[in-house]
């Protein structure tokens, strides 16, 4: 991190966002910001050209390999377990040359899978029968749609109104920030983008600060392959998440939300922007917000395809337009995150979860789920299930009745569950009556909750190419900062893919030495959370395994 750099990033507010004017170049300029747009750009905000052409070359979308790129393919795991893209990338080849066909990672259409983006928007199921007509223009339905099945309402109950929205800022605004801050804290909420850490001292945390700029960051960067939910709520629930940011604004005293959101969601950029013009028309954001004192601006940041913004320091730096690399810790972000301010960094469903612990108080909250997993959890069910879309339900559910009642079951035999996100664990079928939807039992089998998105893997599916696909998820998307992530993952892949498609040994001594150092040296979870996946294969599929380690 350069504290010079975020300085200088902060000189002309947040409206003017250096990183927001990288991304409206690479749009322009076809792909990626031109070297003299990224001069006169660098030149604006005082830095040296290597600071600008530096962050640019970190993003999939703004870096110069993606210049001529027209249609993308999603390479995500749930779509490859379902063994579709490979009909995808053939019908795409017959209508656009190799190098204006570029990749993403994924576009939160698990739950259908044939998914591609083409002209900034995407397209799933059958869509890609219809291509030759999308590309004419000539058809525009681009599918997405999921069945969102509700055991209890918290995330699911409609927020949609303005009117409801409004009534329910009122209360907000007139009790105390620390009436309100409490309720929280009563609620024992836990962060759902993965790490669990409780919402209400993260916010206590950051009200305690003083500064005059605070910021509220949304991260809506969710990038786990079979992940989904975030993209429900910003899609069918706006308002549920900007009001959540508003709360934590009021509680902590900051003045500024920031939903940064995926470039991969560019409906739910569209319907997250739309909403907030509809607040500031109506006088429900901006200055003295129903004559209560407090202001509270919005600013949406558009990502450009890096996985690792997804950690929160990195995701500061991305906004700041910077590298997304990641920070050490401490100082914590809310001590000094974004422009080296007081910073609160929350995932989409997390700050959801804000309207019905204030209108129902933050004990009848704690009241769901188990003792240490407060309230509900959205899971994303993927294509391979009977019923695939979104289920809710309280923390605590078992796993098997959230596969057989609420998905249906299987449509195919399945011999393992994916479940959290590429760092989550690999759960074998056996394994699914020993687990409910918290994160103790999760931890306490080895697993992880994360997300709670669930991509099966078939029975058919050679673990080894798993492993492979995975390791090299990760070496594309480290960040780079630390030795053991950038080089370990991508050492990891290396031997992976000559043991799948080479039949090459693998030293299973030295594989695992390789998952420890990644494991005890990555500065963060993408480095240090991969090898659990990996060992979760290794321990319940070793007979598999075992053709390939020496």
């Known amino acids: 991190m350069s504290k010079n750099l975020s300085h200088l990033s902060f000189r002309k507010g947040m409206r003017e966002n250096l990183f927001d004017k990288m991304g409206e170049l690479a749009v322009s300029d076809g792909g990626t910001p031109t070297k003299e747009h990224l001069h006169q750009l660098a030149k604006e905000f005082l830095m040296g050209d290597t600071?600008?052409?530096?962050?640019?070359?970190?993003?999939?979308?703004?870096?110069?390999?993606?210049?001529?790129?027209e249609i993308y393919v999603c390479n995500g795991s749930a779509c490859l377990c379902a063994g579709?893209?490979?009909?995808v990338s053939e019908e795409i080849s017959k209508h656009f040359d190799a190098d204006q066909i570029g990749h993403m990672t994924c576009l939160g259409r698990c739950h259908e899978n044939s998914s591609f983006n083409y002209g900034g928007k995407n397209y799933s199921g059958d869509s890609i029968n219809h291509l030759e007509k999308i590309i004419s223009k000539k058809e525009t339905s681009q599918n997405g749609k999921y069945n969102v099945t509700a055991a209890k309402e918290v995330l699911t109950e409609p927020f949609n109104d303005l009117e409801t929205f409004r009534n329910l800022l009122e209360n907000v605004l007139s009790r105390s920030p620390e009436d309100i801050l409490q309720e929280i804290k009563d609620s024992e909420i836990r962060g759902r983008g993965g790490a669990g850490f409780p919402m209400?001292?993260?916010?206590?945390?950051?009200?305690?600060?003083?500064?005059e700029d605070k910021f509220i960051i949304c991260n809506a960067d969710e990038g786990d392959p079979g992940a989904f939910s975030d993209r429900y709520l910003l899609e069918e629930r706006p308002l549920a998440v900007i009001f959540g940011m508003m709360v934590a604004g009021y509680c902590t005293h900051a003045n500024w939300g920031v939903p940064f959101i995926r470039a991969e969601y560019p409906e739910a950029i569209e319907i997250t922007e739309n909403a907030i013009k509809d607040l500031y028309a109506n006088g429900l954001l901006g200055e003295n917000i129903l004559n209560s004192g407090f202001t509270f601006n919005f600013k949406v940041i558009k990502a450009k395809g890096a996985y690792i913004c997804g950690e929160e320091t990195a995701l500061i730096n991305a906004i700041e337009g910077q590298r997304p690399e990641v920070r050490t810790r401490p100082p914590f972000p809310t001590q000094r995150g974004l422009f080296l301010k007081p910073t609160i960094v929350n995932n989409v469903e997390t700050l959801a979860s804000v309207p019905w612990i204030v209108k129902n108080g933050g004990k009848n909250y704690a009241a769901m789920g188990t003792e240490k997993s407060s309230g509900t959890k959205l899971i994303s069910l993927d294509g391979l299930f009977n019923k695939p879309g979104i289920v809710e339900v309280e923390m605590g559910t078992p796993l098997e009745k959230v596969i057989n009642e609420f998905g249906g079951g299987f449509r195919k035999e399945v011999k393992a569950l994916h479940i959290g996100g590429p760092l989550g664990g690999i759960v074998p079928v056996e394994k699914i009556k020993d687990l409910s939807i918290d994160f103790e039992t999760f931890a306490k089998e080895g697993f992880l909750l994360g997300h709670a998105s669930i991509v099966c893997i078939p029975k058919d599916f050679p673990m080894i190419k798993y492993?492979?696909?995975?390791?090299?998820?990760a070496a594309f998307e480290s960040c780079g900062k630390c030795f053991p992530c950038r080089l370990g993952t991508k050492r990891a892949h290396e031997m992976l893919e000559g043991a799948a498609n080479e039949m090459k040994p693998i030293n299973k001594t030295l594989f695992e030495d390789l998952l420890n150092t990644l494991q005890q040296g990555s500065l963060c979870a993408h480095g240090g959370g991969i090898p659990l996946p990996a060992r979760n294969a290794m321990q319940y599929f070793k007979s598999e395994l075992d053709l390939h380690f020496a």
């Not at 600008?52 to 870096?63: E, S, W």
């Not at 001292?201 to 009200?207: L, R, S």
């Open 51 to 69: 600071n600008t052409y530096g962050a640019i070359t970190a993003y999939d979308f703004m870096k110069p390999e993606n210049q001529g790129k």
């Open 467 to 473: 492993l492979e696909h995975l390791f090299d998820f």
């Open 84 to 87: 579709t893209q490979d009909k």
């Open 200 to 211: 209400g001292i993260k916010w206590e945390g950051c009200k305690n600060m003083v500064d």
